[in-house]
């Protein structure tokens, strides 16, 4: 069978890897799409002749799967009649228009359709499909078609309806299509569910032997699609400013910035490896990669907006570093290019950006103006059915008894990859249960759902970048409310040489930034760029202080640091390697040779200097290629292929280039026993190597954070807390790091506390609104807008001025988190309050008055007997009474005025007329007063005036 084809319907998710993997494996793929013309007009298939066709095809693919989510019909015949050139047309088969008309007798507006469509696409453009899977009705039907096909004067074919390979894959199909319709409904174990599978030609020729020329046509159509997407060819976008090539506009960037870093007169390594490297990449095409990324990441930094100083292999470019997009020296920490970009792979360099996670929105959408919305796009990843899911839900689906199903989902073993094949191999009661009648149909399901995909979802950091508008070139999905996606996951664009520009948000990036800010807000300054070679940071780590710190605040990192004692950067680039589950089995070795309790034996003199860093052993990807670079005399690139050899335990690869390694090494004056041992260690610990590049970035971040720990430990951990709400583990943790630390973090306050924490005047950490459970940051935001320079009196006062943003379970939170204590009441009073202050017309009192003595409940009491608040007036203790009139509202901001010049310890009780009574009301934390003769003064003056009607202190 020399070709196949792929028609998913209403969409191509798949048609790349598909395509992909038939040309591997010799088979040439055909592309196409059953797309849904609608209510009562079936569908048919579209398959693409060349690069025209699969352009119209991917663009009804994208109207048809975007309606799809939208629940409309797949495609209009308009839009087939724009984009049918390139194309060959199939009626649909039982699916299709054509017979859903000759079923219902409507052999006219059959004939007229049929020759709609020839006109459309011509005679070698347009067939009536033929099927034969068994079902009732269907050898009428394909009698009836054929009648069809002869009065229209159109050609048929042969098609086989594929839904599995093998037939005995009918259950796991059916279990499947019961999944994704997410009904309680069994799928229909009909004919079909059996004869749906992969046949073989003989099978096909059997069953349409009175039909010759479908099964010639088959073959016609299958000769007449010749696509070649042209795998292996970089789409690139062209990012030339000024109309110059880009090579050339690269070279000057990076020279200028290669000025900025190391002075106008470059050292000559500096110009060596610049040189180099801007040779390779112009060679390689990939100017415009690197100027696009500059430019973003380079437009980021200039707007304040935290990046990463490196993530991955990109830290050992010397261009990426001269043009901003890493801040690595690769010079500094030996760092080699070829490790990032190897001229001898033609494989797309890969540049992640890390951003801070608050503020990658405006990166994305930076990049999407700067290159053009159309050019842009969102990347699809599919969420795939794991062991333990695809048990349960092929137990749902197959009506399997609930509790059979869980206890035989619970003998999978939870271990990251795991599969249902592994698992019964490892697990005894999984192999037993096989035998189960039940259970066995359950499991051979189970292991065809299994990595089945799910749902679609959006990359988690990528956006795809393209030469020209996408929808032109890649099927897309738009969301309901959503990104537009690509259809293609990721693998599949970078295989089709697509760019893939990673952003990924990262917290720590953003408490970076806000400790800075704290920083900044206290008068503090920190060095730019900072002496990594602090003696207090070290100590620190040693200490084992490291809650907060990037990457090394798990309990297994938290041990490793305080066993190593880092003394310098170096020793925490080595850390966060040794962390990793790779060379975890070096630790103790490595730790033993550091403490002298070792000694570190070289094989031969020339491997000192590469591994003297690491004590000797091989730590890094990187001390690999060196070794092989400057023992046997390896070029960068067949170096980097020996580490990617290595890691993929290649062990033809490994033959071969043990032979080159000896015998380099020979040519070097090794001797032959000497490099066999070698390379032996190269093939027992390179497979563990770590990319040192990317260990050297992520140590800066590492180090930064720890000096802003040991340095400005309020300021670092009132960012972590902020950083850590709605997470009570690590708000937690934290809080226990201010603790050993003697930061002091005071409780939440409705009239000094930010919508984050806040460092106080005292180095004192201020708890957020934002971080109390039920407030959230955009109710913290109102509060402290609503607040501006004015502090609430009351818990009336809040509810009137922030308004119907304020809900009851958030009223209810700020008063149990004691954010309301200030206003001198009882917590169980204020929440009792809190509904009828909510409920009722806020900011007023019965008596008129303004809400800045508005009480959560007002008692009526004989006049001069004072109120019972004992639980807030500290017992029987002393308070300042005041009388007020019953038209009191013009005098009360004087009253404020008065009451805020003099604040002190003792509290204030306002007495308000109330048919012949008085009622008592305590006014607010904020307005206790120091009793004094200026007070009094005042006071009198408000008397005289008819603000008050009298004053006095009670004993």
Known sequence: MPAVALTDRNGMFGAARFYREAVEAGVRPILGCQLSLGPGRGSVVALARDMEGYRHLCRLATVAATASVRQGPGVSRDDLWRFGDGLIVLSGGREGELAGLVAQGREEEAWETARAFRERFGPDGFYIELEDLGLPGQRDLNRKLIELARRADVGLVATNDVRFIHPGQAAAYAALRRLASQTDRTFPAGPESREAYFKSGAEMAALFEDVPEALSNTARIAEMCQLDLGLGIWRLPSFSPGGQRSDVALARAAREGARRRFGDALPDPVERRLEHEISIIGRMGMADYFLLLADVVGWAKDRGIPVG??????????????????EVDPLAHGLLFERFLNPTRREMPDIDIDVCDDRRSEVLEYVRQRLGPERVSHIAAFATFAARAAVRETGRAMGVPAERVDRLARLIPKEPGMTLAASIDAVPELGKARRDPQLGRLLAAALLVEGAPRHVSVHAAGVVVGPGPLELELPLIQGAGGPQLTQYPMEDLEALGYVKVDFLGLRTLTVIRRAKDLIAHRGGTVPEPLPLDDPAVYRMLSSGGT??????????FRRLTER???ARFADLVALLALGRPGPGHRIETFLRRRRGQEKVVYLHPLLEPILRETEGIILYQEQVMRIAMDMAGF??????????????????LLA???NRFVSGAAARGVSREVAEQVFAELVRFGGYGFNKSHSVAYALISYETAYLRAHYPAEFLAAQLSSAKGDPDRIRRYEAACRRMGVRVLPPDINESDVEFTVTGDGEIRFGLAAIRHVGRPLAEAIVAARGAVPYESLADLCRRVGGRLSRPALLALVSAGACDCFGESRERMAAAAGALLDGPSGSTPFGQTAMFASAEAEHRPVGEPPADSDMLDGEGPAVVIDLPADAGPAVQRLRRVLGRNRGPVPVIVRLPAGGAKVSVLAGRNWWVRPAPELWEALSGLARDGGITGFTRLP
């Open 635 to 652: 070029s960068p690139e067949q170096a980097d292929n020996l580490r990617k050899g290595m890691a993929k335990k290649q062990p033809e």
């Open 564 to 566: 190593m004692r880092p």
């Open 656 to 658: 071969a280039e043990r």
């Open 547 to 556: 809650e907060g710190v990037f990457q090394l605040e798990t309990r297994a």
């Open 309 to 326: 100083p490196g993530r991955g292999s990109a830290a050992g470019s010397l261009v990426a570093y001269c043009l901003r997009i890493t």
